[in-house]
């Protein structure tokens, strides 16, 4: 587990909770208004807000006092956008760093959301299209994982690095694409695992179907990406305005 995988046991027992009353499409809305609550007020929270007010003011009568010159005194000119950048600078200085507070239960959010409604298994009567990497290395399914989140992952035999040698490689969910452990892995897991240290193959991937949360529609739009970024947007815009937020 990585270190914004931590919260995914809080959003895998509240998300169950819903299950049963809201489908897919309401479960994504109520993640995405969530993450724009919760977002928002941390940034509120964690911001200057007076100050960055005041900075917005300054940066306004910095732009309108080059609006309004004449642009005959060159020095004067090039003294008003130098004011106007140092204005805008320092306002950015005072919002980048709660900006990038504020994204981090976000950014938790969206690594859950994808592995959770990202993909799916198919029923355990199909084989999955599976590309490895060496190209040309032989492996083969064996079964699926009863143990996987739907219990119908693929599991799979791969060749290990001593003649002869093998092992079965169960994903324990729905993710397309397994690896050896790597150090960005410490950030971001693979809720799938991982493939052993000593097989030849550092990569499989699955050719495992998306999900839909929506019926119609293009392909692009029937996942959880755009229903949640739009929320998430509208959201946050809503909340920003509502509560008068710098």
């Not at 919260?7 to 479960?27: E, N, S, T, Y």
């Not at 976000?106 to 199909?126: E, F, K, Q, S, T």
């Not at 989140?149 to 729905?174: F, K, L, M, Y």
Request: hydrophobic share 45%; charged share 15%.
């Amino acid at each position: 587990m990585g270190f914004f995988d931590w919260p995914a046991p809080a959003f895998d027992a509240l998300d169950g909770l819903m299950r049963h009353a809201i489908g897919p499409f309401g479960r994504v809305l109520v993640w995405a208004l969530l993450c724009a609550v919760i977002s928002m007020l941390l940034y509120r929270l964690l911001s200057p807000q007076t100050r960055i007010k005041q900075i917005k003011a300054e940066v306004k009568t910095a732009q309108k006092a080059m609006a309004d010159d004449d642009g005959e005194d060159f020095g004067q000119g090039i003294r008003l956008a130098r004011a106007q950048l140092g204005k805008s600078f320092k306002l950015v200085g005072f919002v980048i760093g709660p900006a990038v507070a504020a994204s981090l239960p976000a950014l938790a959010m969206i690594v859950w959301l994808d592995g959770h409604y990202g993909y799916r298994c198919p029923g355990p009567d199909h084989n999955v299209a599976i590309t490895v990497d060496p190209e040309g290395t032989l492996i083969e399914q064996v079964g699926i994982n009863p143990d996987a989140h739907d219990g119908s992952c693929p599991t799979v035999q791969i060749p290990g690095n001593v003649e002869g040698q093998s092992h079965i490689v169960a994903p324990a969910a729905a993710i397309p694409v397994m690896h050896h452990k790597v150090w960005w892995n410490h950030l971001i897991g693979n809720p799938a695992g991982y493939l052993p240290d000593d097989t030849p193959i550092t990569q499989l991937r699955f050719d495992l179907p998306a999900q839909e949360i929506i019926a119609f529609g293009p392909d692009w739009a029937r996942g959880w990406e755009l229903t949640f970024f739009v929320a998430l947007l509208l959201g946050s815009l809503a909340i920003k305005k509502g509560l008068r937020i710098e």
